[in-house]
């Protein structure tokens, strides 16, 4: 692999190849098991909130116990959006989209959708959009 500027280049020898069968199984079963473990959290962040009901006599536990609630509403609504966006990734595989970037229609690199399988773009595509965002 080559380096520019100190960011790595990926070599593109799967770029314009479809992913296989067993891929597209192995990617199944890896956003399944990721949407299951990302349930259990959402799950125990939900319960913590309401297992921090009832009233405390001191303010400053009522406060600290307030501080808490928000910590982990802030979890859970993030967790409930890495739910959504892994049960969308998992709802491209019947409509024989899985991999493919939703901005250019181009196949999204192996790499990438072994580290998010649930990514929705290419590098490049992404790219575009964070920079198009920053200009706003």
């Known amino acids: 692999m080559a380096e520019n500027n100190g960011r790595e280049l990926v070599d593109d020898y799967d770029d314009d190849e479809e992913l296989t069968s067993t891929e597209l199984s192995g990617f199944r079963e890896k956003l399944q098991s ?35 609630k928000t910590y982990l509403l802030k979890l859970a609504d993030k967790e409930r959006k890495l739910l959504l966006q892994i049960n969308r990734a998992l709802g491209k595989f019947d409509q024989g989209t899985y991999g493919i970037c939703e901005g ?11 580290l998010r399988p649930w990514t929705r773009y290419s590098i490049h595509h992404k790219e575009l959009l964070e920079s198009q965002k920053k200009r706003r």
């Open 34 to 68: 990721e949407a299951h473990e990302v349930h259990e959290r959402l799950q125990r962040h939900s319960d913590g909130v309401t297992d921090a009901e009832g009233t405390l006599p001191d303010e400053v536990d009522q406060a600290s116990r307030e501080s808490e």
């Open 104 to 114: 250019t229609g181009d196949f999204i690199r192996r790499k990438r959708l072994e």
